[in-house]
């Protein structure tokens, strides 16, 4: 039983410095996509989106997906992966 609460807070400890790197790179994309460097856009939100939907493959594969006490790591690699979508898909912010 302690070896789990090892492993877990060894993940959690992963996927909050993850997380953390996601929202940062989230970040440079929106200032990349408001100045207009178009290079820096694409390749923030490729590194984004596969990096979110790795963590969420990770959580899926691991049954941890819908598990309660990891349902704010699922909800924020989600998150990140869909406001990138959303603001590729709206061209959001984006230089006029």
Known sequence: M???????????????????????????????????????????????????????VYLYLTKLIFAPRSLWMTFAAGSVVICTLFSLILNFPSVL
């Open 2 to 56: 302690e070896n789990n609460k090892n492993r877990y807070k060894e993940l959690e400890k992963y996927m909050t410095i993850i997380l953390i790197a996601l929202a940062v790179l989230f970040l440079v994309y929106l200032i990349a996509a408001g100045t207009g460097i178009i290079w820096l856009k694409v390749l923030t939100a490729i590194i984004d989106i596969f990096v979110g939907l790795l963590c969420l």
